[in-house]
């Protein structure tokens, strides 16, 4: 995976141009924030990133809504490349098989992973223990 970061292939390039993307289609969580546009309305030709009040992560509920794609964090519950498969939905520009390497590189090396599957097999316990009642 260092050689995506390194290399000078096309393939190499690609990923370093869209590393945002790929950051953004591989997080758990969603960011919320106020934009801070002072700058733009002074008229300076500044380019910053600056957050206005306060920074929040959104996680919705561990399961998609009925009709809908998981999305974040939920795609970790599933099968790397069923996830890597659901990705470029969102993010058509992203490489299909770069976004499956790096889906098994974190399923491999995240522990967090392991809690939200953790989560959805209690989920699974509870829908049956449901069921049965």
């Known amino acids: 995976m260092e050689n995506l970061v390194s290399a000078d292939t096309t393939e190499a390039k690609r990923f370093r141009k869209h590393i945002r993307e790929y950051n953004s289609a591989l997080s758990f969580t969603s960011l919320k924030y106020s934009p801070d546009n002072r700058t733009a309305l002074l008229g300076l030709e500044i380019n910053c990133f600056q957050i206005h009040g306060e920074l929040y992560h959104l996680q919705g509920p561990l399961e998609p809504q009925p009709g809908e794609q998981p999305k974040f964090a ?58 049965d009642a």
């Open 74 to 131: 939920q795609l970790f519950l599933y099968d790397p490349q069923y996830a890597a498969g659901v990705r470029p939905d969102c993010h058509p520009q992203l490489d299909e098989a770069i976004l499956e390497r790096l889906t098994c590189m974190l399923h491999e090396t995240n522990p967090f992973i392991g809690l939200y599957k953790t989560a959805r097999e209690r989920l699974a316990e509870q829908d049956i223990q449901d069921q």
